[in-house]
């Protein structure tokens, strides 16, 4: 899930985990809205594909195509991580909408 340009919306210094891809850096002047809502975008997808992935392995285990339980509880949380994180990303995005609103002019 790349969500590298809502991460750098904050100036935060990324946490590099072992073994995971480097998060590239995105100069300041780039940070415009267009590319925030893409990344947005991008992790919407990524999240359905993920869902999709978890439904498939569900059916596949139903159906006695794979008789590994892992594939399927590793698809499953991974879609539900997503889901979380992509919940989390969106009511933030409505609690800065609403104090955007709320704003006196």
């Given at each position: 899930?790349?969500?590298?340009?809502?991460?750098?919306?904050?100036?935060?210094?990324?946490?590099?985990?072992?073994?995971?891809?480097?998060?590239?850096?995105?100069?300041?002047?780039?940070?415009?809205?267009?590319?925030?809502?893409?990344?947005?975008?991008?992790?919407?997808?990524?999240?359905?594909?993920?869902?999709?992935?978890?439904?498939?392995?569900?059916?596949?285990?139903?159906?006695?195509?794979?008789?590994?339980p892992h594939d399927l509880m590793i698809a499953e949380q991974k879609a539900a991580?997503?889901?979380?994180?992509?919940?989390?990303?969106?009511?933030?995005?409505?609690?800065?909408?609403?104090?955007?609103?709320?704003?006196?002019i």
């Open positions: 899930m790349d969500v590298s340009m809502i991460g750098n919306l904050y100036k935060t210094t990324p946490v590099s985990t072992p073994g995971a891809p480097a998060i590239p850096q995105v100069p300041d002047n780039t940070r415009d809205f267009a590319s925030v809502f893409d990344a947005a975008k991008n992790m919407i997808t990524e999240t359905n594909d993920l869902q999709n992935n978890a439904h498939s392995e569900l059916i596949k285990f139903a159906l006695g195509e794979s008789d590994n991580l997503a889901l979380q994180y992509t919940v989390a990303v969106r009511d933030k995005f409505i609690q800065s909408y609403q104090t955007i609103m709320n704003m006196q």
